[in-house]
């Protein structure tokens, strides 16, 4: 996903329900990160084993929208990536 947002970064708006989030994707200089990231997890009880499904509606330098979707725990078996011995995970994203 890293491929289709700014590299500069830009402002972000996380939707989920009928609330919104407003926050910074750092883009390369900080290494894709969300900025402001702990106020969406925390006011959405997020726990490790969470997952997150983001749905990217619009995005430029200036303005990036996500519609997420959370699964609390119950993330589905099909969609957790099987990985052969000696595999890595660059797959993955990780939320600090």
Not at 11 to 17: A, E, H, M, N, S
Not at 18 to 35: S, T
Not at 58 to 77: M, W, Y
């Amino acid at each position: 996903m890293n491929k289709e947002l700014p590299s500069a970064g830009a402002p972000v708006v996380l939707t989920y329900g009928r609330k919104e989030w407003n926050m910074f994707y750092g883009g390369v200089k900080f290494k894709h990160k969300l900025i402001e990231w702990k106020k969406f997890a925390d006011d959405n009880y997020l726990k490790v084993g969470d997952g997150l499904l983001l749905e990217l509606t619009e995005c430029s330098t200036s303005k990036i929208h996500f519609r997420v979707q959370i699964l609390n725990g119950d993330f589905p078996a099909e969609l957790i990536p099987k990985y052969e011995k000696g595999a890595t995970n660059e797959e993955l994203i990780l939320i600090d």
